[in-house]
């Protein structure tokens, strides 16, 4: 299946959601002050966001009186113009090797699977990986990346429960570039901004990664489940205080009709969506596209 078919089944909720709903507004009427009102109502049920559900329609507002805009096809055209306008101006990330992305985020929003699943996606793409179960605080968590490192056949360095995290670092980086491997993926303890010791832990991986691997090509990925909507932008607010994120990986966008909550990352944090969950095989996890998802938004 192509990328550009897997997004647009990862999107099928959010676009339903959004499609049915303007098409049934515009049946009702004109292009008036009530229209654009619903309209906003509907950009925020997908969790786009309030403040940038207003700038959307604003914006068609505009573009509507200015080109005499009227059927729902034409909205829907303009607000994809709108969008991809508005994702221009970011910043994407192409990757570089050799690189070491470290992979943060809360309890239960798929981290270690997204991990398995960049294993694959690298290993199809021909690069040596290597797998560190930065995880030492949760029970079993190493067991869990083992199963993903056997699954994908890929070199795992782990410590016994309760060692230093940063000390499982040190020997996946000496591993790595004794190996010449070229992606060190390294998992972490899910974690909230409220555990303190947890959060300091990160600091100290990133000190490690720093002095041990200068030479390499660094990335902070926090993992987003995207069924918690606006609850997302919370999670970022939270890391950010202590790492430095350079994108976000977001997953189960295939369950839910909250997809716009990309648009909502991309207007407060201007981080990009690097990597993106569209289904629960092992190959579905893709590099991100935002006009493929505006394409297939509406």
Not at 7 to 19: Q, V
Not at 206 to 219: Q, S
Not at 236 to 264: E, P, R, Y
Request: with cysteine; hydrophobic share 40%.
């Amino acid at each position: 299946m192509g990328l550009f078919k897997k997004i647009g089944n990862a999107l099928k909720k959010t676009r339903e959601a959004l499609a049915r709903k303007i098409d049934a507004l515009l049946s009702h009427g004109e292009l008036d002050d009530d229209f654009y009102d619903e309209l906003t109502d509907i950009l925020i049920s997908c969790d786009i966001g309030v403040r940038t559900s207003m700038d959307i329609v604003d914006s068609l507002r505009l573009e509507a009186r200015k080109n005499k805009i009227r059927t729902a096809e034409d909205v829907k055209n303009e607000l994809k113009k709108i969008l991809k306008d508005e994702f221009a101006a970011l910043q994407e990330i192409k990757l570089e090797y050799p690189a070491i992305i470290t992979i943060i985020g809360v309890n239960g929003v798929g981290k270690t699977t997204t991990i398995g699943k960049l294993s694959k996606y690298f290993k199809n793409q021909k690069r040596e990986v290597t797998l560190v179960a930065g995880d030492t605080f949760r029970a079993a968590a190493s067991d869990q990346l083992s199963q993903w490192a056997d699954r994908t056949k890929t070199r795992i360095i782990k410590h016994a429960e309760g060692a230093d995290a940063a000390a499982v670092v040190y020997d996946g980086i000496s591993s790595a570039k004794a190996k010449g491997t070229d992606v060190l993926l390294v998992d972490t303890a899910g974690r909230l901004h409220t555990k303190t010791n947890l959060m300091e832990e990160l600091k100290k991986i990133d000190k490690v990664i720093n002095r041990e691997y200068p030479e390499a090509h660094k990335y902070n990925f926090i993992v987003l489940d995207a069924t918690t909507g606006q609850n997302a932008l919370n999670q970022i607010n939270a890391f950010n205080g202590f790492v430095h994120i350079d994108g976000i990986i977001l997953t189960k966008l295939d369950g839910t009709a909250k997809g716009g909550v990309v648009i909502a990352i991309e207007k407060d944090y201007h981080l990009p969506v690097v990597f993106v969950g569209v289904g629960e095989g092992v190959d579905d996890l893709e590099m991100f596209d935002y006009n493929e998802f505006i394409d297939n938004l509406f």
